[in-house]
T-cell receptor, first 115, second 115 residues
Framework: AQKVTQAQTEISVVEKEDVTLDCVYETRDTTYYLFWYKQPPSGELVFLIRRNSFDEQNEISGRYSWNFQKSTSSFNFTITASQVVDSAVYFCALSAWNTGNQFYFGTGTSLTVIP | EAGVVQSPRYKIIEKKQPVAFWCNPISGHNTLYWYLQNLGQGPELLIRYENEEAVDDSQLPKDRFSAERLKGVDSTLKIQPAELGDSAVYLC?????????????FGPGTRLTVT
């Protein structure tokens, strides 16, 4: 079975603090893809990053960075020097080859950045 | 380039009434998805199309829900009759890669309220 767990339901940080959003996934497939999406108050989901199971290299994009660790089945997302505009709900998602690449989303983490 | 277009943005209907949602994907995107998102939850897949073919509709409650994508471009999702529990946001997404490897681009969603 495929499953994504985002244990942090809500997080509040003060502007300029760093924050890490956790994502733990479950799959028996060896070929799978992991994603992070941002859903601001406007409601539209925005794609942030995709990682495939064969690429454990961490990635940095501006203030965003992602740490993919197969050993712990985690794909965590860190925002450095958070800003008010980062306030949103963040979803982690899994797509696995043997289940027709259906997307499985976590329940999301609501991030509030306090000015 | 235009994003995924959905209409209407909001719909309020009484239970037992029919309702339809429309989606126009990004030009050139052969794969189209319909998701349901309940408050505080991640999106859940209802149906996936590759061109005009529904390749995954296992999560679609077929007793009251139906969908079509006749020409492999825009799509309509219908509920008949609607029930109170159908109140949710209905999201449409599209992607270039139907194998689940590519990122999905989401529309703004249709917020349905059934009274």
């Amino acid at each position: 079975a495929q499953k994504v767990t985002q244990a942090q339901t809500e997080i509040s940080v003060v502007e300029k603090e760093d924050v890490t959003l956790d994502c733990v996934y479950e799959t028996r497939d060896t070929t799978y893809y992991l994603f992070w999406y941002k859903q601001p108050p406007s409601g539209e989901l925005v794609f942030l990053i995709r990682r495939n199971s064969f690429d454990e290299q961490n990635e940095i994009s501006g203030r965003y960075s992602w740490n993919f660790q197969k050993s712990t089945s985690s794909f965590n997302f860190t925002i450095t020097a958070s800003q008010v505009v980062d306030s949103a709900v963040y979803f982690c998602a899994l797509s696995a080859w043997n289940t027709g690449n259906q997307f499985y989303f976590g329940t999301g983490t609501s991030l509030t950045v306090i000015p | 380039e235009a994003g995924v277009v959905q209409s209407p943005r909001y719909k309020i209907i009484e239970k037992k009434q029919p309702v339809a949602f429309w989606c126009n994907p990004i030009s050139g995107h052969n794969t189209l998805y319909w998701y349901l998102q309940n408050l505080g939850q991640g999106p859940e897949l209802l149906i996936r199309y590759e061109n005009e073919e529904a390749v995954d509709d296992s999560q679609l409650p077929k007793d009251r829900f139906s969908a079509e994508r006749l020409k492999g471009v825009d799509s309509t999702l219908k509920i008949q009759p609607a029930e109170l529990g159908d109140s949710a946001v209905y999201l449409c997404a599209s992607s270039l890669d139907g194998q689940g490897r590519g990122e999905q681009y989401f529309g703004p969603g249709t917020r349905l309220t059934v009274t």
